[in-house]
């Protein structure tokens, strides 16, 4: 759909742009777009981080509104706590577009996600066809580090990914879902697969950042080229990595479209123009086969590189 904007009465408005954690890259290349549009549309915006803490994200907000911000943009540290900001921002009758993770229940103007299941299929179908290359499909097993499954889209991005392994009846053995997101903890988590799944052959890692954990455990175990590593999201590093093979590849969201499309349908809000209830963007599954072709959406889209 092409949009023709009108600038009327634009001056002058402010976002706040509430965030779970922007030291994690994701949320600081959403927090890109949502900047880059504004300053299109001549808003103003304030950027809030709840270091993934329930309390400080419920202060963010009430700050948020304190300032008299005319519109939000949230992404929740979970489902179930969205729907808490929400609430509160009915009460101060601001519209609300929530960015990615989702809530359980409450109203809302629009809800931006990414298509978690359909991306982790494919990623799924990716490991699927390397690991029948190996030969490993038979007896191999493939071991997740989970985002919180309490979250709408960690369980979409389960969903997905288990259903192309089934159609290739290759086994999932064993998840374990981060707290912290730490490299500690991501380390630890590869550890134990490693460990106590004799048979495995790949681990799943539900996101990006702290991908060395999860390669320093495999090198620790001395499993280099016997267990493969996989990811959801991107980090600069996988533009050399994925050519390279030592991943695997990457079913790569477009937070920096995310951002834009965020205040986008603020705009069209403001001046009365169509807003769907939910804008499903698609995610970019990326191997050695594809990556090339894929380069330059890879760059502004995933990582926010211009």
Not at 97 to 105: A, C, H, R, Y
Request: one cysteine or more.
């Amino acid at each position: 759909m092409v949009f023709n904007y009108s600038f009327a009465n634009q001056e002058n408005k402010k976002l706040a742009y509430i965030v779970s954690d922007m030291s994690i890259p994701f949320w600081r290349i959403m927090s890109k777009g949502i900047k880059a549009k504004a300053d299109e549309f001549g808003y103003e915006v304030e950027f809030y981080s709840s270091n993934n803490l329930k309390k400080v994200e419920l202060l963010n907000l009430v700050n948020a509104l304190d300032k008299k911000v005319d519109g939000l943009i949230i992404s929740p540290i979970n489902s179930s706590s969205a729907v808490t900001l929400l609430k509160l921002a009915k009460n101060a009758n601001i519209p609300v577009v929530i960015s990615d993770i989702g809530t359980d229940k409450g109203e809302y103007l629009s809800f931006i996600s990414s298509d978690n299941k359909m991306g982790a299929y494919e990623l799924g179908k990716i490991l699927s066809k390397k690991m029948i290359e190996l030969n490993w499909h038979k007896d191999g097993t493939v071991g997740i580090i989970s985002i919180p499954q309490k979250r709408t889209n960690g369980k979409e991005r389960t969903s997905g990914f288990l259903e192309a392994l089934n159609e290739a009846n290759i086994k999932s053995d064993g998840i374990y879902q981060q707290v912290d997101f730490s490299y500690e903890e991501t380390y630890n988590y590869s550890k134990k697969l490693i460990n106590e799944k004799p048979n495995l052959r790949a681990i799943w890692l539900q996101g990006s950042d702290k991908y060395k954990g999860a390669l320093n455990a495999i090198k620790d175990s001395k499993k280099e080229g016997e267990i493969l590593l996989i990811c959801f999201d991107a980090e600069p590093e996988f533009l050399d990595l994925i050519p390279k093979g030592v991943l695997v590849g990457s079913a790569m969201q477009q937070p920096y479209l995310m951002g834009s499309k965020a205040v986008e349908v603020l705009n069209n809000y403001w001046n009365k123009k169509e807003v769907n209830k939910e804008y499903k963007l698609p995610i970019l599954a990326i191997s050695k086969d594809n990556i090339q072709e894929n380069l330059p959406t890879i760059k502004i889209n995933v990582l926010g590189i211009k």
